[in-house]
Each structure stands twice: as C-alpha cells, then as structure tokens.
C-alpha cells in the first residue's frame, strides 16, 4: 500500500470504548423515541446504529413463570400478538389477566397500549400493566419498566428506579437489561464507572448471543479495561459479532485481519467484511474498502470501484487526501465511471439530509 495512504486503514476505526461509553447517554433519549418494550429495547441498546434486540412480551417464560409454564396451554393471546392481530391479543390477554393472573399477559398488555397495537396508545396504563408484571418477576416488563422511567413516559423520570429495575432484569436473564446497565457502568453518571462491572455484563450478555455485548466486551479486551489485555479474545468477540452480522463487528474485525491482530492475517476475508459493512452504509468501512481497491490489497485493484466507494464516503464523513489524489491521477473516463457508480448513493445521501 502507498506510504501517502492514511495510517487509519492500519487501526481500529477510532476510539471505540470512547464511542461504547457515549451510547450510554443515548439510552434514555432512544428509548423516548420508539413506544413499547420490543421496540424501546431495540433503541436503547445500542453503542453504534444497531441495538439488541430481545424477545417481545411472552417470547419467553420469566422465572416466575417457572418450569410450571411448559405446562400452560399455548399463549394465544401472544400468538395473535405476533401475528399482528391486536385486538384479538387485546382481548385474550385480558382475559388471561381476569381469569389467572397471568404475569406474561400483562406486559403484553402493556405493549399493546405502548405501541398502540388494537388500542389507544396510553403510556400510564402501559406503565401501570408493566409495574403489576415487574412486581410479579417478569424480566420483560422490569426492562420495559426501566425505558419508561429512563425517560418519563407513564410517570416521571427517575433514572434510580431505572437503574435498579435494570439490574433486577439482567439478574434474571434479560440480555438487552445487562448490555445497558453496562453501559451505564461505563458512563460513569448514575454510579462511579466501573470497567470491572462493565465487563461482567456484557460478558453475560455475549454468552447470551448478543453481537452488540460481543463488540462492546471486545473494545474492552482490546484496551485491557476492566479485564486483562487480549487482542486474541477481542478478535474472536468481533468474529462472533461479526457473523451476527453487527456492522461495526464487522468494519473491525475486517481491520483486524488486515492487520493480523489478535488473529492471522487475511486481507481477502478482510476485504469480504469490509465490503458488507461498506454496503450497509459504514463510512469508515467505505473509506477501507476504497483504500484496499486503489491499491489491489485482498481484492484485485479496481480505480472506478475504488473512486465509486471514496466518493461515498467523504460525502458520508470520511474524507481521504490519498485517495483524493489517487482519482485525481487517473484517466478522465475512470474517474466518469466512478463518478457514475457513486451517483445512485450520492442521491440518496443527499436526500437523507434534505
């Protein structure tokens, strides 16, 4: 690769423990914007532009419900759930509420009046339905509940009660409660940071299969913070993420095998990641797979693919003086032809931001 190429397409794409903690103020402000437990969840877990995702009210038995739930009968008013029959969900899981109790019922209930779904929306009755199904050792709800209180939706804020409706959730199992009282850890805000705690909760969450526990435990193996320094463990975190095919897992990982760190060398399969992240809109990873493209670096050299990808990402952010100069030092009719190529992106960037 040319000495005149940026140093950047050698390290990781900037700090990304610095970028992990900053998501961690994002929790309350995402969780504002999208109603409902699911949906909330999705939005507040998140130290890039993807989010956990755990399962909606009722995917899952709670401890409360025990091993006594795989003798229930089928959960028809969730299945009407998911089959986006909501006033029949509505009405069968009142029912199930009237005639038994039932704790997964009411923070269906709750979803439903959070969302909308089959009723008006009415975030004090969806916090009200959460609060009886939290109070009962529903995970679910506990986590739904903590969104509201992070924000004052239902009620007023309080980031204590928050917090601690969190910590009970991750304790019983609930992987996006661990990833964002982890983050909380790392902001610092709430309670002295703690990388140590930090650490033990993303871990739990990783085992659970969250590729977005997986990076954010990887960043911290990757800068020896609140568990011993290991560029091995951090790689094999962001393969797994990666495979889960969580974009940053894989702009880093790809990087990482470009660079042989913490993992063999493979700029082909480093060239194949970097891609995929690359046509999922990562500047950063446009920005690498240009670079890899100018210089014929894990994939053969292509300029008007190259200029096509460079040109996506400076207008995304990610400007490069060498590949700057590499499209200006090519013929007129390859730089047309990147120029061509990009324009399908260009347009819908540009639309994005009108």
């Known amino acids: 690769m040319r000495a005149a190429a940026r140093g950047a397409m050698f390290v990781l794409a900037g700090s990304l423990a610095a970028a992990i903690i900053a998501a961690a103020s994002l929790i309350a402000s995402a969780a504002a914007q999208t109603p409902g437990a699911g949906s909330a969840a ?203 095919d969580y974009t940053d897992a894989q702009l880093e990982f790809g990087i990482a095998l470009f660079n042989g760190t913490g993992v063999p060398k493979d700029e082909a399969q480093a060239a194949t990641l970097l891609r995929k992240a690359a046509r999922k809109g990562n500047p950063v990873a446009q920005n690498r797979l240009a670079n890899l493209l100018a210089n014929g670096k894990g994939v053969p050299a292509d300029p008007v693919e190259a200029i096509k990808w460079h040109l996506i990402a400076k207008a995304g952010g990610d400007g490069d003086v060498a590949l700057d100069d590499f499209m200006h030092r090519q013929k007129p009719e390859i730089q047309a032809a990147g120029e061509k190529a990009a324009k399908p992106w260009l347009d819908a960037i540009k639309l994005s931001r009108s």
Do not use: I
């Open 42 to 244: 999705k939005s507040a877990a998140k130290p890039a532009p993807k989010a956990a995702a755990p399962k909606s009210p009722g995917a899952e038995a709670s401890p409360a419900a025990g091993a006594a739930g795989a003798a229930h009968e089928p959960d028809l008013a969730f299945g009407a759930f998911q089959r986006g029959f909501y006033l029949t969900a509505l009405q069968l899981a009142t029912k199930r509420v009237d005639e038994k109790g039932d704790v997964k019922a009411m923070t269906l209930l709750g979803e439903l009046y959070a969302n909308g779904s089959g009723v008006a929306r009415d975030d004090s009755k969806a916090a009200e339905w959460y609060r009886l199904a939290a109070e009962r050792g529903d995970r679910e709800a506990m986590f739904a509940l903590a969104m509201f209180r992070l924000t004052g939706r239902g009620g007023d804020a309080d980031r204590e009660a928050a917090t601690k409706l969190l910590a009970n959730a991750a304790r019983l199992g609930n992987v996006a409660a661990a990833y964002d009282l982890g983050l909380l850890y790392l902001e610092g805000q709430l309670f002295p940071q703690d990388y140590g705690r930090a650490a033990e909760l993303f871990r739990a969450a990783a085992q659970a299969g969250s590729p977005e526990a997986q990076y954010a435990l990887a960043t911290l193996y990757k800068d020896g913070k609140g568990v011993p320094k290991d560029l091995g463990q951090a790689a094999r975190l962001l393969a797994s993420a990666a495979l889960a």
